[in-house]
């Protein structure tokens, strides 16, 4: 079960990555492109950290508001998400 999740994981992160690459690239050609609403729905389906990294190495959506500062908030969610789930005495707190 948790190497399926780590597939997963590992899966969403490429996948949001590689829409970023794929998006800054079509903006460049003036071909179609990869909605905002599906960049972040990658993001916030567990693809934010290749969604960041994509955003940072491609240098594209860094200025565009609100599109930064809602990538950002769901960088933040999963990084509060994950504290919760994986550092144990946190965990152990909440759980009683």
């Known amino acids: 079960m948790i190497e399926l999740g ?3 994981f590992v899966l969403v992160n490429i996948a949001a990555f590689g829409a ?8 460049q050609n003036g071909w179609w492109r990869v909605s905002e609403a599906s960049l972040l729905s990658l993001a916030f ?8 990294i994509g955003q940072r ?3 594209h959506k860094t ?3 609100p599109f930064r500062s809602l990538l950002i ?3 933040s969610l999963h990084i509060v998400v ?4 994986f550092v144990p005495g946190i965990r152990a ?3 009683g």
């Not at 389906?45 to 960041?52: D, E």
Request: a positive charge; proline letters at 0%; hydrophobic letters at 65%.
């Open 6 to 8: 780590w597939a997963y």
């Open 20 to 27: 970023f690459v794929f998006d800054k690239i079509a903006a």
């Open 45 to 52: 389906i567990g693809g934010s950290l290749g969604a960041l």
């Open 57 to 59: 190495v491609m240098r």
């Open 63 to 65: 200025q565009k508001q």
């Open 73 to 75: 908030a769901i960088v």
């Open 82 to 85: 994950g504290i919760l789930l």
């Open 93 to 95: 707190t909440l759980l």
